[in-house]
């Protein structure tokens, strides 16, 4: 028999293979035992696991050291964490919660965001967030990249509207005066990609066919690097607490390997406390100057996007600092994850980074009854 519960929570993931079949075990653990710890009971299912016949799910919960399985009621809250480029995965998924719904009205804790290009115009609506903002367009043919580079210092930064962590991220850079192109960055599955084209035109037609029919963006080559020529950002976690309130949870500077053109931690990067590496890269009022300049915007970011986008819960935003100690607003990501906290011993930030969506959760159950 299912367990009655007023206030469950399910963690919605895609099934993979392994011991425990979904990703992020770790996580979903932690989430499960805070989850218990807030009076909330918390279990971990796939769309594949929903019986919607009988309204129940069968869903993963972890108690005594150990992952269980048995059938809940559905959630009253789903968080979601599934990550998926399966088109027909994801179709599934919508059908499956679309039919959930009308059988059990759920809360979801936070919505996705619709695309960096979607972010990109929301954002610049607000004149405060314009001069940190790198200037955007969409890629539509080898053509409009052309014209980009010839009027752009003959680079280019491309990345795909809905990639994550640097896949399919390109630096196009066309050389000296002749008509070679060099061509660095990352594949799908996060290989490198370092290759050279004789001629524009056979570089152009390469860059065509490796975007196919994903609408990408085109920015300007930002030297976004350290001392060392090695690529870093500033991620911020935006988290609402157990009051429905945003709070900054913590931040992390990462730093990618020197021939990436990305710092993602899933490209082989390393994580550092922030204001100690931005005090070591541009000097202590510099480095303190540029900390607080990101900390105030990424405090601005999150309210301005849910004027537009609906309710969130939590925001992953990647600043970028020039050799001049330029600010720039990279990405904002709204499935964000955390294992920077633990890799730079920001055990404080870790913790909260899993309270808060299960705090958040209670305040939204608790803001319904």
Known sequence: ?????????????????????????????????????????????????VNL??????????EDGRWGRKWFLPPDIIYDRYFSRDRRQLNQKQQTLSLLKKSHPFIYLTRSLSGKWSVYRTLSRYPHFIPYLPET???????GLSEWLNSHRKEAFLKPQMGTQGRRTLHVKMLGAGDEIQITGRAGNNNLINRRSPSLKLGLEWIDKFIGRRPFLIQPYLELSNTEGEPFDIRVLMQKNETGRWENTGMAARVGRKESVTSNLHGGGTAHKAIPYLISEYGSHTGRKIATLIQELAAKIPEALEAHCGRLAELGID???????KVWILEVNSKPGRTSFVKIGD??????????????????LHSKS
Do not use: H, W
């Open 1 to 49: 028999m299912a367990k009655l519960s007023k206030g469950a929570v399910g963690i919605l993931v895609a099934k993979s293979e392994g011991t425990v079949p979904f990703a992020e075990p770790a996580f979903c653990r932690n989430l499960c035992i805070t989850g218990e710890q807030q009076g909330l009971e918390v279990y971990v299912f796939s769309p594949v696991s």
């Open 53 to 62: 016949e009988s309204g129940l799910v069968a869903g993963y919960f972890y």
């Open 137 to 143: 367009v969409k890629y539509q043919d080898p053509a």
């Open 319 to 325: 600043f970028g600092v020039d050799r001049n100690g």
């Open 347 to 364: 055990l404080r930030s870790a913790r909260k980074s899993i309270q808060n969506p299960m705090g958040y959760a209670r305040y939204l």
